[in-house]
């Protein structure tokens, strides 16, 4: 008699079991925007092009260096030639792809460069690292297609490297034909690029020491192989001295493109690269200076580094055949709790931008869960601009829901009252 009523507990157990596994209902919190309230009008991206620096240049663009968001543009998307700038796209190729001792010989192509250019004679052989201050301190055209030429075996496969290269770091609107940024033109169109992309070229590049230490280099002495020649080098980049915290730049030149120049500032938490093109022709030489010292006062004056961060709880997402022990009863939660990754975010924001945050999340979690278990991301944006991610762990221990574990509890349950 016992033994019936005994497997008639346990069958309509079971079967409850099976229910309420089954009964479990799965829902998905995908993606939660929250946006911090609009302080009226256009997002300031869009307001700081209406705003005139009376800047000389045609084309210019500030930009945050560490995630390359446009504090300030004018005709920023335009493709102009950008002459000697294009040579620290040249530069961080070399030093990326090719070895500081590596020696590289001067062809025929190389001598027939236009000035400026430092003078070489066929046949002479150099160490790369003295190229490459030899192209950044001075502008040597020459040195450019000697570095081309022995880094990708010939000028136009080294301009390949270039595309490649500018692709890979988000730029949309370059092309790249010559590696020290004369004139040219191939089946792919003009050599040129746009403000935008320049500035962000050289947001990468001074994240290299090397780059660093060759930019800002006052002078530099070296010979030939066979010391037949010393050249003495002096740095032509005069906004180093002129700008605090000015930490490298390029200029540029020709008849087509007017005066260029590309910079980075780093100062104070800050880090801004520049970019302007058709800043003047001659006699204005010093109208870069004055530009580049405008949008790096517009953007102390506007900018502070702020670390992101966001009032609202970070939403729970659904949970799916999960159970937990709450105060000596089971309970069948519906949201799981997440944390978010200590980490902290920060870039320059100002007083009218927007900080929103995505939670990228998969459509639901099932059990078991452990708490520290990742389930996804929060993504940061100022404005339309990424900024970064943290990683989402849950925050809680769930026990899976499922037969194995009805038929533990059931056990458990009938050996404690046998036992009594």
Same mark, same amino acid.
């Given at each position: 008699?016992?033994?019936?009523?005994?497997?008639?507990i346990?069958?309509?157990?079971?079967?409850?079991?099976?229910? &309420?596994?089954?009964?479990?209902?799965?829902?998905?919190?995908?993606?939660?925007?929250q946006?911090?309230?609009?302080?009226g009008?256009?997002?300031?991206?869009?307001?700081?092009?209406?705003?005139?620096?009376?800047?000389?240049?045609?084309?210019?663009?500030?930009?945050?260096?560490?995630?390359?968001?446009?504090?300030?543009?004018?005709?920023?998307?335009?493709?102009?030639?950008? +002459?000697?700038?294009?040579?620290?796209?040249? @530069?961080?190729?070399?030093?990326?792809?090719?070895?500081?001792?590596?020696?590289?010989?001067?062809?025929?192509?190389?001598?027939?460069?236009?000035?400026?250019?430092?003078?070489?004679?066929?046949g002479?052989?150099?160490?790369?690292?003295?190229?490459?201050?030899?192209?950044?301190?001075?502008?040597?055209?020459?040195?450019?297609?000697?570095?081309?030429?022995?880094?990708?075996?010939?000028?136009?496969?080294?301009?390949?490297?270039?595309?490649?290269?500018?692709?890979?770091?988000?730029?949309?609107?370059?092309?790249?034909?010559?590696?020290?940024?004369?004139?040219?033109?191939?089946?792919?169109?003009?050599?040129?690029?746009t403000?935008?992309?320049? &500035?962000?070229?050289?947001?990468?590049?001074?994240?290299?020491?090397?780059?660093?230490?060759?930019?800002?280099?006052?002078?530099?002495?070296?010979?030939?192989?066979k010391?037949?020649?010393?050249?003495?080098?002096?740095?032509?980049?005069?906004?180093?001295?002129?700008?605090?915290?000015?930490v490298?730049?390029?200029?540029?030149?020709t +008849?087509?493109?007017?005066?260029?120049?590309? @910079?980075?500032?780093?100062?104070?938490?800050?880090?801004?690269?520049?970019?302007?093109?058709?800043?003047?022709?001659?006699?204005?030489?010093?109208?870069?200076?004055?530009?580049?010292?405008?949008?790096?006062?517009?953007?102390?004056?506007?900018?502070?580094?702020?670390?992101?961060?966001?009032?609202?709880?970070?939403?729970?997402?659904?949970?799916?055949g999960?159970?937990?022990?709450?105060?000596?009863?089971?309970?069948?939660?519906?949201?799981?709790?997440?944390?978010?990754?200590?980490?902290?975010?920060? @870039?320059?924001?100002?007083?009218?931008?927007?900080?929103?945050?995505t939670?990228?999340?998969?459509?639901?979690?099932?059990?078991?869960?452990?708490?520290?278990?990742?389930?996804?991301?929060a993504?940061?944006?100022?404005?339309?601009?990424?900024?970064?991610?943290?990683?989402?762990?849950?925050?809680?221990?769930?026990?899976?829901?499922?037969?194995?574990?009805?038929?533990?509890?059931?056990?458990?349950?009938?050996?404690?009252? +046998?036992?009594?």
């Open positions: 008699m016992k033994q019936r009523k005994f497997k008639r346990l069958v309509c157990f079971l079967l409850v079991c099976q229910l &309420a596994v089954f009964s479990v209902s799965s829902h998905l919190i995908l993606a939660q925007e946006k911090t309230e609009e302080q009008g256009e997002k300031e991206a869009k307001t700081d092009q209406q705003k005139d620096l009376g800047l000389y240049a045609k084309s210019a663009v500030l930009i945050d260096g560490e995630n390359n968001r446009i504090l300030y543009g004018k005709n920023q998307d335009t493709v102009m030639p950008n +002459a000697s700038t294009t040579k620290i796209l040249t @530069c961080i190729l070399a030093i990326e792809n090719g070895s500081m001792d590596q020696i590289c010989t001067v062809s025929e192509y190389a001598c027939k460069m236009p000035e400026t250019k430092c003078g070489f004679s066929k002479d052989q150099f160490y790369l690292k003295d190229l490459l201050y030899s192209l950044m301190l001075e502008s040597h055209n020459d040195s450019a297609v000697v570095i081309a030429e022995a880094l990708g075996g010939s000028v136009e496969n080294f301009a390949k490297m270039m595309n490649e290269k500018a692709e890979e770091l988000g730029c949309e609107n370059s092309h790249f034909v010559t590696p020290n940024g004369l004139d040219g033109s191939d089946d792919g169109g003009d050599h040129g690029t403000a935008y992309d320049l &500035a962000k070229i050289m947001s990468y590049c001074i994240k290299n020491d090397t780059f660093l230490e060759i930019t800002q280099a006052k002078n530099h002495t070296f010979t030939d192989l010391k037949k020649h010393t050249y003495q080098l002096s740095n032509k980049n005069s906004f180093l001295s002129m700008q605090k915290g000015a490298s730049g390029k200029t540029g030149y +008849a087509k493109a007017g005066y260029c120049y590309v @910079c980075a500032y780093k100062e104070n938490g800050r880090v801004y690269t520049l970019a302007l093109l058709a800043c003047g022709w001659p006699n204005h030489k010093s109208y870069k200076w004055s530009d580049s010292k405008k949008l790096i006062a517009y953007g102390n004056e506007n900018y502070e580094k702020q670390v992101i961060s966001k009032d609202e709880e970070i939403p729970e997402i659904k949970i799916s999960g159970v937990k022990k709450e105060s000596e009863k089971y309970e069948f939660p519906k949201n799981v709790n997440l944390k978010e990754e200590e980490k902290e975010i920060s @870039c320059l924001i100002s007083d009218s931008d927007q900080i929103s945050v939670y990228d999340c998969p459509d639901t979690l099932h059990a078991p869960l452990k708490k520290g278990q990742e389930a996804g991301t993504n940061y944006y100022v404005n339309d601009t990424y900024i970064g991610s943290k990683k989402l762990f849950v925050n809680e221990n769930v026990t899976a829901f499922d037969l194995g574990w009805c038929v533990e509890q059931f056990l458990q349950e009938f050996l404690q009252k +046998a036992s009594q």
